[in-house]
């Protein structure tokens, strides 16, 4: 399998910083290609969203050009990439929770995660960045850990009254700024001719599934240059919309 990738980040139109951090790189290791990305946003209401971020990315960075290669060699086991990336986020946490003690601050991030490798994608995810798969339609991947989308989990409110909730930002866990972090984890069957998109909340706030399916499909980003076009077309779509938050999507195409 082959993958084509773009990823593109807007600070959006209101805020100064943009707290979005964000990575996607194609890995090879003895003759074998996986595609891992990931993508983080920083806590806006937070001090210093952008050093958790960026810390976080960083840390699974390192892990994509250090561990991954080793363990391309054979066949990935889930249950040993999940210890690794555990690990990973958990001394994230506490890292970060101690900068904030030092400083004095409170600081946190999301964090979502893909790799894709021999016909298989294995994710992990805290917060309410997304995961979708665009193939014959539009699927969210992830859950967000957030209080809204539990009361619609729970059915104590609408889809239509979460989306203009005034706790929709709440999150319940963020690395970093909770005490525990339990991160949640997928796999599932990653075939040709399908997209992956990671997105933050600035992005997916503001746009319907139609929309994304017209735009992101497979038969319509046939290279990176209209995978770019396509993804700075739905950004502005946001700002035109008045999205508030900083706005980032990393596309992801198999073929």
Same mark, same amino acid.
């Given at each position: 399998?082959?993958?084509?990738?773009?990823?593109?980040?807007?600070?959006?139109?209101?805020?100064?910083?943009?707290?979005?951090?964000? @990575?996607?790189?194609?890995?090879?290791?003895?003759?074998?290609?996986?595609? +891992?990305?990931?993508?983080?946003?920083?806590?806006?209401?937070?001090? /210093?969203?952008?050093?958790?971020?960026?810390?976080?990315?960083?840390? +699974?960075? @390192? *892990?994509?050009?250090?561990?991954?290669?080793?363990?391309?060699?054979?066949? =990935?086991?889930?249950? /040993?990439?999940?210890?690794? *990336?555990?690990? &990973? &986020?958990? #001394?994230?946490?506490? $890292?970060?929770? /101690? %900068?904030?003690?030092?400083?004095?601050?409170?600081?946190?991030?999301?964090?979502?995660?893909?790799? &894709?490798?021999?016909?298989?994608?294995?994710?992990?995810?805290?917060?309410?960045?997304? $995961? @979708? #798969?665009?193939?014959?339609?539009?699927?969210?991947?992830?859950?967000?850990?957030?209080?809204?989308?539990?009361?619609?989990?729970?059915?104590?409110?609408?889809?239509?009254?979460?989306?203009?909730?005034?706790?929709?930002?709440?999150?319940?866990?963020? &690395?970093?700024?909770?005490?525990?972090?339990?991160? #949640?984890?997928?796999?599932? /069957?990653?075939?040709?001719?399908?997209? +992956?998109?990671?997105?933050?909340?600035? +992005? *997916?706030?503001?746009?319907? !599934?139609?929309?994304? @399916?017209?735009?992101?499909?497979?038969?319509?980003?046939?290279? !990176?240059?209209?995978?770019?076009?396509?993804?700075? %077309?739905? $950004? !502005?779509?946001?700002?035109?919309?008045? #999205?508030?938050?900083? =706005?980032? $999507?990393?596309?992801?195409?198999?073929?």
């Amino acid at each position: 399998m082959d993958y084509l990738k773009v990823l593109l980040t807007d600070v959006g139109i209101s805020r100064k910083v943009n707290e979005d951090s964000l @990575y996607v790189d194609v890995i090879v290791s003895e003759n074998k290609k996986a595609l +891992f990305s990931i993508i983080c946003d920083g806590m806006g209401g937070l001090s /210093e969203g952008e050093v958790a971020s960026s810390s976080a990315v960083r840390a +699974f960075y @390192y *892990w994509s050009k250090s561990n991954l290669p080793e363990m391309l060699k054979n066949q =990935i086991i889930f249950e /040993e990439l999940k210890c690794q *990336w555990d690990e &990973i &986020i958990f #001394e994230q946490n506490q $890292i970060l929770s /101690e %900068y904030g003690r030092r400083k004095g601050i409170r600081l946190g991030t999301t964090l979502t995660a893909l790799l &894709i490798v021999d016909y298989k994608y294995y994710a992990v995810h805290v917060g309410d960045s997304r $995961i @979708y #798969e665009i193939s014959d339609g539009v699927y969210q991947l992830t859950s967000d850990h957030s209080v809204v989308a539990r009361d619609v989990r729970m059915g104590n409110i609408t889809l239509e009254q979460a989306k203009n909730d005034p706790r929709r930002n709440i999150l319940l866990q963020c &690395i970093g700024a909770s005490e525990t972090v339990e991160p #949640e984890y997928l796999t599932g /069957e990653a075939v040709k001719d399908t997209v +992956f998109m990671l997105c933050t909340d600035g +992005f *997916w706030h503001n746009v319907t !599934e139609d929309e994304i @399916y017209s735009n992101l499909n497979s038969s319509e980003l046939l290279n !990176e240059d209209i995978m770019l076009d396509r993804a700075r %077309y739905m $950004i !502005e779509i946001n700002k035109s919309r008045l #999205e508030t938050d900083n =706005i980032s $999507i990393i596309l992801v195409r198999t073929f």
